[in-house]
């Protein structure tokens, strides 16, 4: 009885197994090639991060601040990006920071060429070329392309925030991999 008990297991676990390797609706995922940047000491980034944290302290008239994600010189020329996460199907962006981001597009884009794009994700694998990214570029931003909702349209309780609310349907979305090639599409662009 044994034998026979394990015979059937296997015969039911060899099917399972040859069923699902043979499954054409499984995923493949693939990766990107090695990262061609990364961070060798992990808690100095950190301690570092932490320090300029320290620079704001209460009784100052300044408060706030955010850094940029991205910045990509070449030949003079910029490529800006600005990464945030999706709540809800929605990013916010502080109002301080777009503006600052208007300004410093049209301002390089004066005496040079700029791109400053805005990426929104969920948590993602960007080593996964496949992985999904919704992006905006700030002249869809100028061009009023992307609505300027500084409220929530789909919650009524919300109040005006110093913040705009950006959705993730008037994004573009693209894979990683495609996000790279428009990268290097501007790079060579600016050779």
Same mark, same amino acid.
Request: proline share 3%.
């Given at each position: ?56 302290? %209460? ?14 010189? %070449? ?11 999706? %709540? ?6 502080? =109002?301080? =920071?777009?503006?600052?981001? =208007? ?6 884009? =004066? ?16 080593? $996964? ?13 100028? $061009? ?41 599409? %501007? ?5």
């Amino acid at each position: 009885m044994v034998d026979e008990t394990q015979d059937l297991i296997n015969m039911i676990y060899d099917k399972k197994v040859s069923n699902s390797s043979q499954n054409p609706a499984e995923k493949i995922l693939r990766k990107s090639s090695k990262a061609k940047y990364q961070i060798f000491d992990e808690a100095e980034f950190t301690r570092g991060r932490e320090v300029l944290g320290e620079i704001i302290v %209460h009784g100052m008239l300044a408060s706030g601040g955010t850094d940029i994600d991205w910045l990509i010189e %070449h030949k003079g020329s910029f490529i800006i990006l600005e990464f945030k996460g999706f %709540h809800n199907d929605k990013i916010n962006i502080p =109002q301080g =920071q777009m503006i600052a981001y =208007q300004m410093l597009h049209e301002k390089l884009n =004066q005496s040079t060429k700029c791109y400053l794009y805005i990426v929104g994700c969920d948590d993602i694998d960007f080593s $996964n070329p496949d992985s999904p990214v919704w992006i905006f570029e700030m002249n869809q931003w100028k $061009n009023n392309i992307i609505p300027k909702n500084m409220t929530d349209i789909f919650d009524q309780e919300s109040n005006k925030q110093n913040k705009f609310i950006v959705y993730r349907e008037y994004m573009e979305e693209i894979s990683v991999e495609k996000l790279r090639e428009v990268i290097d599409s %501007h790079w060579k662009e600016f050779e």
